[in-house]
C-alpha cells in the first residue's frame, strides 16, 4: 500500500444522535438472524485449530492481510491468535508467514462474534483494527457498535479491547457504547509508530492521517501490550 489514502469525509461533526438509543435497544434484545453455515465451518475449523495449539485466545477482528495478526503473535508468542476477515481476497494475498501461534480464518465476525459468545471463549485480548466507518449519517446501523451483534462483541472482549481508527468520530461513538454496558475506556491519538501494525495503518500513517487509539482494561494485573498507553485501564 502506498501514502495516497483520502481522509474520512461526513457530514457528522460529532457522535450521532441516535446512537444511545440503538445500543440500548439492542442491549434488550436477541439478534435471532440465522447463523450461515459457512461460518459454522468456520467456527469449527477455529476451534480445532485453538485446541491443537492451545495458549490463551486473541482475536484479530477484520485483520485484513494478516500483518496485524502477525504483530500480536510475535508480541505475545505464549498466546494463540486468530486472524478474521471475511475477504478472500486479502487473506490470499502473498505475505511473510505468520509465527506458529497463529492462524488466518475467512468469516463473516457478526456471525463467528455470537459463536465465541455462545461457546463462551474466555478471549483474552480483542483487537478491532480499522473497521469500515461507514461514515454517512444514515449508515450508522452498519457501524459495529450500532449493530444489534454488538453485545456479542461486548461479552467476548472481557478482558482486554481495543479499537483504532482514521476517524476519531467511529471511536467516539464506539466508546459511549462502551460506557453503556458499564466499561471504562481511553481514547488517544495514536503515536506515529515506526512499525505499524497492519496494512491500514501504514497505509493511513503514510498519508499523513491523524490515527487513534481506544483501549478497554478490565484485567487488572495483566500483561501490557506494546500497543497499549500507559495507563491501566479498568471497568465498572
Given at each position: 500500500?502506498t501514502?495516497?489514502?483520502r481522509?474520512?469525509?461526513?457530514k457528522?461533526t460529532?457522535?450521532?444522535?441516535?446512537?444511545l438509543?440503538?445500543?440500548?435497544r439492542?442491549q434488550?434484545l436477541s439478534?435471532?438472524k440465522?447463523?450461515?453455515?459457512?461460518?459454522?465451518?468456520?467456527?469449527?475449523?477455529?476451534?480445532?485449530l485453538?485446541?491443537t495449539q492451545?495458549?490463551?485466545?486473541?482475536l484479530?477482528?477484520?485483520?485484513?492481510?494478516?500483518d496485524?495478526?502477525?504483530?500480536?503473535?510475535?508480541?505475545?508468542?505464549?498466546?494463540f491468535v486468530?486472524g478474521?476477515?471475511?475477504?478472500?481476497d486479502?487473506?490470499a494475498?502473498k505475505?511473510?508467514?505468520?509465527?506458529d501461534?497463529?492462524?488466518?480464518?475467512?468469516?463473516d465476525?457478526?456471525?463467528?462474534?455470537?459463536?465465541?459468545?455462545a461457546?463462551?471463549?474466555?478471549?483474552?485480548?480483542?483487537?478491532?483494527?480499522?473497521?469500515n466507518p461507514?461514515?454517512k449519517?444514515?449508515?450508522?446501523?452498519?457501524?459495529?457498535?450500532?449493530?444489534?451483534?454488538?453485545?456479542a462483541?461486548?461479552?467476548i472482549s472481557?478482558?482486554?479491547?481495543?479499537?483504532?481508527s482514521?476517524?476519531?468520530?467511529?471511536l467516539?461513538e464506539?466508546?459511549?457504547?462502551?460506557?453503556?454496558y458499564?466499561?471504562t475506556s481511553q481514547?488517544?491519538?495514536l503515536?506515529?509508530?515506526?512499525?505499524?501494525?497492519?496494512?491500514?495503518?501504514?497505509?493511513?500513517?503514510?498519508?499523513?492521517?491523524t490515527?487513534w487509539?481506544?483501549?478497554?482494561?478490565?484485567?487488572?494485573g495483566?500483561?501490557?501490550?506494546?500497543?497499549?498507553?500507559?495507563?491501566?485501564l479498568?471497568?465498572e
Amino acid at each position: 500500500m502506498t501514502g495516497n489514502s483520502r481522509p474520512v469525509i461526513s457530514k457528522q461533526t460529532g457522535p450521532h444522535p441516535d446512537l444511545l438509543a440503538r445500543v440500548k435497544r439492542y442491549q434488550q434484545l436477541s439478534f435471532l438472524k440465522p447463523i450461515a453455515a459457512f461460518n459454522q465451518h468456520a467456527f469449527a475449523q477455529a476451534e480445532q485449530l485453538w485446541q491443537t495449539q492451545g495458549g490463551p485466545l486473541i482475536l484479530d477482528s477484520g485483520c485484513g492481510v494478516g500483518d496485524s495478526t502477525r504483530f500480536l503473535a510475535e508480541a505475545f508468542p505464549d498466546h494463540f491468535v486468530l486472524g478474521l476477515d471475511r475477504s478472500e481476497d486479502r487473506l490470499a494475498r502473498k505475505r511473510p508467514p505468520l509465527p506458529d501461534n497463529a492462524q488466518l480464518i475467512r468469516t463473516d465476525l457478526l456471525d463467528f462474534w455470537r459463536l465465541v459468545a455462545a461457546a463462551h471463549w474466555p478471549v483474552a485480548r480483542h483487537y478491532l483494527l480499522y473497521p469500515n466507518p461507514y461514515p454517512k449519517p444514515a449508515q450508522l446501523g452498519y457501524r459495529f457498535h450500532a449493530h444489534p451483534a454488538f453485545p456479542a462483541l461486548m461479552a467476548i472482549s472481557g478482558d482486554y479491547f481495543e479499537a483504532r481508527s482514521n476517524w476519531s468520530i467511529y471511536l467516539q461513538e464506539l466508546q459511549l457504547a462502551l460506557d453503556a454496558y458499564g466499561r471504562t475506556s481511553q481514547l488517544v491519538p495514536l503515536a506515529q509508530a515506526t512499525n505499524p501494525i497492519s496494512a491500514f495503518e501504514a497505509k493511513y500513517r503514510d498519508s499523513g492521517q491523524t490515527l487513534w487509539q481506544l483501549v478497554s482494561e478490565c484485567a487488572l494485573g495483566s500483561t501490557a501490550a506494546p500497543t497499549q498507553p500507559d495507563a491501566l485501564l479498568s471497568c465498572e
